[in-house]
């Protein structure tokens, strides 16, 4: 399912449009906040239930007062269930396209309009769910997060190797991969973020803690089975990464290649590492220099 930036054609009054060729949903932009949320739940129901393979699984097509009356019932089952008004908009609409027209099978236009809907419900929760669960982690320490999660993945007495730590938690809980960097490198650096006034950049497992971007940037990565780093920035929430090295060259190709993060951070981060090379070229210079020296005099 697509939910398209804008109509592919003016769309009129209408507040909302499904196109089941493209199997994609565009909302009116003149609709308000609370519209946008009854509207999409509309469309998302006709895309559930009169997408393309579902027409063809059907004895008989519906009508169109039929489709609009079984998104219409679970956009307003579903906002209703949420606490969202629907009164005045659903109601209306509903006798609009129900009045002197016959609903063939009333029992089965409804049976799928209470299917659709509790499946709508229970994803909502679910995702609800997670949100609230990653709120409860965000007031947590990164110690008391990181006993959290070794509790969840059955860690107790493991002796694992950052490799397998990554891949573990990946495999099983993969939203929490960033989460679980960005812990474990607030709590073994001990960084104090508002402290934090350039950007710098953590390299798991080398034996050092958070240095200047440019720097830690232009370690050798070569012989690592997988890189995992940690970026913080002023102002900003810890933001962590891992790489094959031998597909990736350093974190900054992996930002870069994965779009990471917007076009004027990934420059300033280019200039902090090309500074460094311009540095380290500077000091070759003056070795090469001061050799030529001592062998002329």
């Known amino acids: 399912m697509t939910l398209l930036e804008e109509p592919l054609d003016e769309i009129g009054t209408a507040k909302g449009c499904y196109y089941p060729e493209l199997h994609a949903i565009a909302l009116n932009p003149r609709n308000t906040s609370i519209e946008d949320i009854t509207i999409l739940i509309h469309e998302l129901a006709h895309s559930e239930l009169h997408n393309q393979e579902r027409n063809l699984e059907r004895d008989q097509p519906l009508t169109v007062p039929e489709k609009e009356f079984q998104a219409e019932m679970v956009a307003y089952v579903v906002s209703h269930q949420l606490g969202f008004p629907t009164d005045d908009f659903s109601l209306s609409y509903l006798a609009g396209w129900t009045k002197d027209k016959e609903l063939l099978d009333k029992e089965q236009l409804l049976q799928e309009v209470h299917q659709t809907s509790a499946g709508f419900l229970d994803h909502i929760e679910s995702h609800l769910e997670k949100v609230h669960t990653l709120e ?73 803690g958070f240095q200047s971007f440019g720097v830690a940037n232009n370690h050798d990565f070569s012989e690592d089975a997988l890189v995992v780093y940690t970026i913080a920035l002023p102002g900003q929430a810890l933001m962590s990464g891992h790489f094959d090295p031998k597909r990736t060259v350093h974190p900054l190709h992996d930002l870069e290649k994965n779009n990471k993060v917007q076009k004027p951070l990934l420059k300033n981060l280019e200039e902090s590492w090309h500074n460094i090379l311009l540095e380290e070229e500077k000091e070759c210079h003056s070795k090469i220099n001061r050799v030529d020296i001592e062998h002329t005099t």
């Open 136 to 208: 409860q982690e965000k007031e947590q320490t990164p110690l008391e997060y990181l006993e959290q999660l070794n509790r969840r993945m059955g860690w107790k007495d493991a002796d694992l190797s950052l490799y397998e730590q990554v891949h573990a938690v990946k495999s099983v809980f993969p939203e929490e991969v960033e989460p679980y960097l960005n812990a474990k490198a607030a709590l073994e650096t001990n960084l104090k973020v508002d402290r934090v006034d350039e950007p710098l950049m953590y390299i798991h497992d080398k034996g050092f």
